[in-house]
């Protein structure tokens, strides 16, 4: 029941739905169910499971696929499963190897904010935000249908793909951009601190992220992490060719077609 | 009279004091006057010169070192010339070639906001921010005690350094974190526009900055710029190669380093 989660659990009981927490941390289970996340903290995993039509994991990828067996084993043959991590082909591979394999979705809502925990829950974070979902052939369709449900739910939008196409575009939208502002920040360093201006802010925001989080995220989509990393060399190969050669026509040419693509960027979020 | 120059006169003005303002475009002249940038619209560069007792140059940096010589021929002898510019290397080699070379200073206030122009002007942009001063042995004391009195007047806090040191340091926190929102923008592509998130959102703001602008800063710096990408580049290669090596404690350690250095970036900008 942390930001995720917590999010989830509001907007669900904003429309009524009877939501069963579960969370390690007691303290986080106080908070979301002071601020209405849940309808109750469940004691056991396996109490928050056992009862539920369907079953959402927000958690860390690498929680995600050490829980999901014991999940599997609690849930109702009926129920649905899906979680909310940011790389989806280690918890499809994990789903692969259940029992219930055909009723477990993946999901990756692209919505987020600063702070973390249930305390910066918001029932709105998702809406009008994209909520990728991944499946196989063999995935039931009446898992198919409570997962988009669940999105519609959350005023979010499904976007469907595979769990392959999902960790290669990720890599770029989202992984790429985290080891671009870490490694930003570290050439900065602290030492010229005083004398950054709001450009410099923007780009090692995300540097600030959760450091075991990220950790893992890249660990698991390593391959397409570093495809993703050896483009962003040769486009700033590109751009320092351009300035070392002095030549200014071609140093203009890049700058107005990453400006046209940062412009699309912005208009497709709005 | 742009975001810069009209946001100077609006706090100049603020403290009383009679600004004169001048720009090639009639239109932007007339929104300065409007909202109170300035005490009055020149006609000619001339007629704004001549009778100031400092004079701000803010402009690009190439139109800068292009008017130089015609603003200290206007200049009363005993007037301060003070720019905005982005690099400063070229209009401090500009100055030295000028008959009242000791007068100049070099200016690079670290402030801004994505929409320009003199409607975008705020009296406030300066407060608390860094206004970077460049000058050399033989400027004259009367000229540098002027800049650290226009710094005051803006609320800004003066740091002086060398126009070598600038430029080394800029190349840093400002350069290369546009080159980096750029070259990302191109990789991520326009086609992946739909699955973005606020953490690309924030890595490609800067992108949208204005091309000519930037590839005139980008050439005029290209040293530095070239220098600052390597180091990028090397920080870069050292994050990928933990990545590929599956070593979680050195994708960990390498992240708490960018979080830390991240989080000393943010607080100092407060």
């Not at 499904?158 to 990720?170: C, G, S």
């Not at 920040?185 to 010229?192: I, Q």
């Amino acid at each position: 029941v942390g930001l995720i989660g917590g999010s989830i659990g509001l907007a669900l009981r904003s429309q009524g739905r009877y939501v069963c927490g579960y969370d390690t941390s007691a303290a986080n289970g106080a908070v979301a169910l002071r601020l209405g996340c849940v309808s109750e903290m469940a004691r056991t995993l396996e109490q928050a499971v056992s009862g539920s039509e369907i079953v959402v994991m927000s958690l860390p990828v690498r929680a995600i696929v050490e829980l999901l067996p014991a999940v599997d084993i609690a849930a109702s043959p009926s129920a649905t499963i899906i979680d909310t991590g940011s790389v989806k082909r280690p918890v499809m591979d994990a789903a692969a190897r259940l029992t219930g394999s055909t009723r477990v979705i993946g999901g990756h809502p692209i919505a987020g904010k600063e702070e973390s925990g249930p305390a910066a829950a918001d029932a709105g974070l998702f809406r009008r935000r994209p909520f990728l979902l991944t499946s196989v052939p063999g995935t039931r369709s009446e898992s198919i249908e409570m997962a988009l449900s669940l999105v519609h739910t959350l005023g979010a939008y499904p976007v469907r793909m595979t769990a392959t196409e999902h960790d290669r575009v990720l890599a770029r939208t989202s992984h790429l951009p985290q080891i671009l502002s870490t490694a930003l920040a570290t050439t900065v360093g602290p030492e010229r601190a005083g004398l950054s201006g709001p450009g410099l802010q923007d780009m090692t925001r995300l540097a600030m992220s959760d450091s075991v989080l990220w950790r893992d995220i890249l660990l698991s989509n390593s391959d397409n992490v570093l495809d993703a990393a050896r483009e962003l060399a040769q486009e700033l190969n590109r751009i320092t060719s351009a300035i070392g050669s002095g030549d200014g026509d071609a140093v203009l040419d890049y700058m107005i077609g990453g400006r046209t693509a940062a412009l699309t960027l912005r208009d497709a979020s709005v």
